[in-house]
């Protein structure tokens, strides 16, 4: 039973760096596509950066690609997000994916998720 826990959100202030955790755990994640999505309020859930867990190959949005980064941790079965130079518009509730194949950007089919970590940026 595949299971993602993140962690690692909080109440920061714009120009500072949070790094979001997704413990995953349940199955071997080789030929996985790992996700981190964002939830605002009143907007839908937008794709923000992916990972393939072999080999490594990552994709971001525009919204974050330059002060972003997506890697993970093969020992600890860890997916990482680290955020810079954080913006109010990056409020939002962050949540972790997965899905077998190939890498994409519709929330919809991303199969597993967890239940997510709030990032709050103050102005």
């Known amino acids: 039973q595949v299971q993602l826990v993140e962690s690692g959100g909080g109440l920061v202030q714009t120009g500072d760096s949070l790094r979001l955790s997704c413990a995953a755990s349940g199955r071997t994640f080789s030929g996985y596509v790992m996700g981190w999505f964002r939830q605002a309020p009143a907007k839908d859930r937008e794709f923000v950066a992916s990972?393939?867990?072999?080999?490594?190959?990552?994709s971001y949005a525009d919204s974050v690609k330059g002060r972003s980064t997506i890697s993970r941790d093969n020992a600890k079965n860890t997916v990482y997000l680290q955020m810079n130079s954080l913006k109010p518009e990056d409020t939002a509730v962050y949540y972790c994916?997965?899905?077998?194949?190939?890498?994409?950007?519709?929330?919809?089919?991303?199969?597993?998720w967890g239940q997510g970590t709030q990032v709050t940026v103050s102005s």
């Open positions: 990972i393939r867990w072999s080999g490594g190959s990552t």
């Open positions: 994916a997965a899905r077998l194949g190939y890498s994409g950007t519709d929330y919809k089919t991303y199969t597993y």
